[in-house]
């Protein structure tokens, strides 16, 4: 009788599981959809894209090509491989697709993050952002501070041993922090940083908001980094003093005609601070690593910066001129971010159904352009899976090339590039030239979903 039962209530939960699956696959079979699957009901491929990250991303592609759907995150989204259409996505916003960013991490960045508004809004952010970061001000102000920094961080490293994960992200995140305010703040650094780690871990985790949770220490991290925020303002606002820092720049309005209000002001330090310190950070960690494993390329490297090096005296910063010189370094960048996949991809999402390449996509649903696999392509990159800064030298219109989205494209395409070169250029250009290291050995690197050292990356480093 018993084992009736459960043979009984086993029938049951398959039936039940099996008409879930059913539903949810008649639910997302609208005509016009790409092909695809969608998983369990709310949860989706979640866990799968997770879990097998960019085998998921090759497995669906052999089923159903370049295009298809699926539901991750909590929400039905289109994944784009295919080139062509990803940069038509990135230059349509106009036509309703725009960034599609969960609104759990837009909970953390700020209803005012430039990555969070469309329209006129995001003309203005934009244009404020660009008076903070374009390149005429990282010549005449930003590169300065870089060189000091840059400096200060990597003093007395001499004959010890590192971890270059967290010495690149400590130094990233100083860096932007001066940029932004060099002078208060200094007593409360490390308060806010810690609280700006966990807003950073918490933008990243599953939107679970309950005590112990990430998400949860996110939330609180970001109300910590705005209590100080505030308080900063109000403080320059009430010093009769002048400094040169974006701060300053923020309160006076900068070039745009559109005054910011509060608000903005300090989710626009919030846009700073977070989209130029994973970035920066893991592509000079990721640059050391090249560069330890291809001794030809850290000679050519080496050499460049100490041409650079022998025309200026020992303590002379370098200038935007020396920083034009560095050809190699900059294909150095560029062949690490590639290799390494810095950024996965950008997320967006329809605001009305739409037509693409064929298909029909409905409105809200989310457009996953997804630029990792254009990095391994053979025909751009040819042996793509070796590190070969050469090939950014040999064909100078790579960068320039339509399919190059690392910085992403169109009216979002990243407005620090240049800054974000300019910082890891600086790091490499004083690593080099003092110091010679070697990896301790045998910690991992994992790729995906960020590119990331679990346990850091030990280096013994000494003084030339
Ligand atoms: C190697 C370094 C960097 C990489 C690979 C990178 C990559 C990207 C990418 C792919 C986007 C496009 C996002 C989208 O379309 O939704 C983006 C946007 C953005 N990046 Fe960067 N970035 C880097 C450094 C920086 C730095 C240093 C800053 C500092 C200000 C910065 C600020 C931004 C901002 C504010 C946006 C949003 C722009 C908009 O929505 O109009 N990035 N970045």
């Not at 995001?122 to 952002?129: A, D, E, I, P």
């Not at 020992?314 to 810095?342: G, H």
């Not at 751009?380 to 494209?409: C, M, T, V």
């Not at 995906?448 to 030990?458: I, Q, T």
Request: one cysteine or more.
């Amino acid at each position: 009788m018993e084992v009736l039962m459960v043979i009984s209530l086993l029938f049951l939960g398959l039936l039940f599981f099996f008409c879930l699956l059913k539903w949810n696959k008649i639910k997302y079979s609208k005509k016009g959809l790409p092909p695809g699957t969608m998983g369990w009901p709310f949860f989706g491929e979640t866990s799968e894209f997770l879990k097998q990250g960019p085998e998921f991303m090759k497995n669906q592609r052999a089923r159903y090509g370049n295009i298809f759907k699926t539901h991750i995150f909590g929400s039905p989204t289109i994944i784009s491989m295919d080139p062509e259409l990803n940069r038509c996505v990135l230059l349509n916003e106009a036509k309703g697709l725009v960034p599609g960013y969960p609104q759990s991490m837009l909970d953390i960045l700020g209803k005012c993050n430039i990555a969070a508004v469309y329209g006129f809004s995001h003309k203005h952010l934009r244009s404020n952002m660009l008076s903070l970061v374009g390149t005429p001000l990282i010549k005449d102000r930003l590169l300065p501070r870089i060189n000091r920094y840059v400096k200060l961080h990597l003093r007395n490293w001499d004959g010890s041993t590192v971890d270059i994960q967290e010495k690149t992200m400590n130094m990233t995140f100083l860096i932007s922090f001066k940029q932004i305010t060099e002078v208060e703040l200094s007593s409360i650094y490390d308060a806010f940083k810690f609280e700006f780690d966990k807003l950073l871990v918490g933008s990243l985790s599953l939107p679970i908001n309950i005590p112990g949770t990430k998400y949860y220490h996110g939330l609180k991290g970001r109300k910590n980094v705005m209590k100080f925020l505030k308080e900063l303002v109000e403080r320059r606002r009430q010093s009769p003093v002048t400094y040169d820092d974006m701060l300053d720049i923020l309160l006076r309005g900068g070039d745009s005609a559109y005054m910011l209000s509060d608000e903005e002001i300090y989710d626009q330090i919030i846009a700073i601070l977070y989209s130029g310190y994973e970035t920066v950070s893991t592509t000079s960690m990721m640059a050391v690593k090249y560069l330890h494993d291809h001794p030809e390329a850290l000679q050519e490297l080496r050499d460049e910066h100490f041409s650079i090096r022998k025309r200026k005296t020992a303590e002379e910063p370098i200038d935007w001129d020396d920083y034009k010189c560095m050809t190699f370094t900059r294909a150095v960048i560029f062949e690490t971010l590639r290799l390494a996949t810095v950024v996965n991809g950008v997320l967006r999402k329809t605001m009305n159904a739409i037509e693409l390449n064929g298909f029909v996509i409905p409105k809200g649903w989310r457009f996953y352009v997804y630029t990792r696999e254009i990095n391994y392509d053979p025909f751009l990159y040819p042996e793509p899976y070796k590190f070969n800064p050469w090939r950014w030298l040999d064909n100078k219109s790579l960068e320039a090339h339509k399919h190059f989205l690392i910085f992403g494209g169109g009216g979002r395409i990243c407005p620090g590039k240049e800054l974000g070169i300019v910082t890891v250029s600086t790091f490499l250009h004083y690593f080099v030239t003092t110091y010679r290291w070697e990896e301790i050995g045998g910690q991992k690197i994992v790729k995906f979903p960020r590119v990331e050292a679990p346990k850091g990356l030990l280096i013994r480093v000494n003084k030339f």
